[in-house]
């Protein structure tokens, strides 16, 4: 059922914002009507519970902004609707179930209710958002959660000067988060969807694990359209349900820690069959600590038999600890068939060679500078004669090239281009030269490609090709009120837009198919590909059905003797 109020409130950021129409603090147009098959903004759920924007939508159902009208505080609201099992006919509250479905749509919503009903029990875990009720109404459920400003990790590294954090920082951020996921695992809550999309940092510093949904929207064989993260998703998830757990979230973590110390995201587990060996760039591998290079390693395993067996385990090699480093010699050595001495043996010639290695590298060097130093002696003394000599002799002397320095070419993808560019030491290495195009995944002035393959080696001074992000493209919407729809929507499309029909009844004195209106409105610059709401003029009532319309109520009339 749907109600007028809170009136006063943005319907997306739930300020107060009076009677304007637009909103000041988040931009919102208080006349934009929600996107089709979702809750109409002001559907009140519970009795107390206002719907507003839709904010996030996937998998299981959808995410609202939402307003408690008895706490006088803002909400989000979670509605199970899967949408290849369900819809809803726009402007109304219940969902309609599609033909045959019945039976996935039922058993899906009963793991809904018992997946936020576990939530609701843990909402003092320091890393999940309080769950505040639970209801089930319009033939679906929803789940209240109390409202946190935050950002996304992903948006919160993609500002961040470098696009990675060091281990110190990533270690305060997430090990509050391992102790939340294993007090889940022990409720047999697994979120087979850990990634920084759904992990978000709040004003108060803390991580909090977001984005929860049944099992069955997290892997792609399921009677659920899945959302699932490549290069964070495990290689089970491209299965079935049964093939999922704690190991499952092992891996989306240890995708998690590698993309926040590396930058990149790691390579999808689909690509990683043939070659199971974990790839760190060298400039990171050379200063991470081997425990922590180890770790994720063992995490990030493509068979979940291979993986850290549960989230004690992960904390304790993510953070060295010497019992699980004696531990995973044993297994190694119990792989390999050699024992531990052995083992150890081995580590320490390795460690013998590694150091004769670098003695050796110190006499070379030692060599070189000595030749150098011997070779500016010889110079000096052969210039005077060299100087008299093409004094006499200026037709026979020859210029030789210098030697060229090399430099390996670092990964720029993902950083800030105008950083990079006015950079000095940048500038001295090589010589930029950049391209913009539009683009919705990647922040505007963040670098998309480049045509240097990182790791090559080339030249100082080399030219190197960077494409550069516009960010989102906007679009004015063109004003075709008063045009025909067919002439409109043409119009609509060539501009870039998709167009959404909404017929007004026609009391006959219109023309039947002339827009009346654009939701948003004409003259606005919006995203390419937005869809925009066009309100025509329908059909023009006929004499036919009049007359037919006026028979029916002479018969109910005569029926009941008023006529």
Known sequence: MSFVIAENLCMSCMKEIGSQKQCPYCGFRADTPQIKPYLPLRTIIGGRYIIGKMIASGGDGVTYMGWDAESKTAVTVREYLPENLADRTYSQSEVEIREGRQSDYFDGMESFLKLWRKLARGRNLTSLIPVLDIIEENNTAYAIS????????????????????????????????????????????????ISPDTLVLGRDGKLRL????????????????????????????????????????IYALGAVVYRALVGSIPVEATQRITNDKLMIPP???????????????????????????????????????????????????????????????????????????????????MLITFAIVIG??????????????????????????????????????????????SDEVQKKRFNFIASYEFSNEVDAGTIISQNLEPGSQVEMGSDIEVVVSKGKELVVLPNVVGSDYAGAEQVLTEAGFTCKKIEKNNDGTHTEGEVVSLTPEAGGSYERGKEIYVQVWGPVPTTTTTTTKQSIIGAIGDSMGIF
């Open 376 to 421: 500016i002696g010889v110079l000096a003394v052969g210039g005077y004669f060299g100087v008299t000599y093409l004094k006499e002799h200026p037709k026979e002397t020859t210029t030789l090239p210098a030697a060229a320095e090399m430099l390996e070419v670092p990964d720029y993808r993902g950083q800030s281009y105008s950083r990079i560019s």
């Open 283 to 365: 400039k990171f591998a050379e200063t991470l600590p081997a425990y922590l290079t180890s770790a994720l390693d063992h995490a990030l395993m493509i068979s979940p038999s291979d993986r850290t067996a549960n989230i004690d385990d992960l904390r304790e090699e993510l953070s060295g600890a010497p019992s699980k480093m004696v531990s995973n010699q044993l297994h190694e050595a119990e792989q390999s068939g050699t024992t531990k001495e052995e083992l150890e043996k081995r580590r320490i010639l390795e460690l013998q060679a590694a150091r004769e290695q670098r003695k050796s590298e110190q006499i070379r060097m």
């Open 210 to 249: 977001t984005g929860f949904m049944i099992a069955e929207a997290r892997c792609l064989k399921t009677s659920i359209t899945a959302e699932i993260f490549p290069g964070y998703a495990a290689i089970e998830q491209y299965n079935d349900v049964d093939d999922t757990g704690v190991w499952t979230d």
């Open 146 to 193: 109390e409202y946190i400003e935050t950002i996304t990790l992903r948006d919160f590294l993609l500002k961040s000067r470098t696009g990675y954090l060091t281990w110190e920082k990533v270690k305060v951020l997430l090990m509050p988060v391992l102790t939340t996921v294993s007090a889940l695992h022990s409720m047999n809550v697994y979120h087979r969807g």
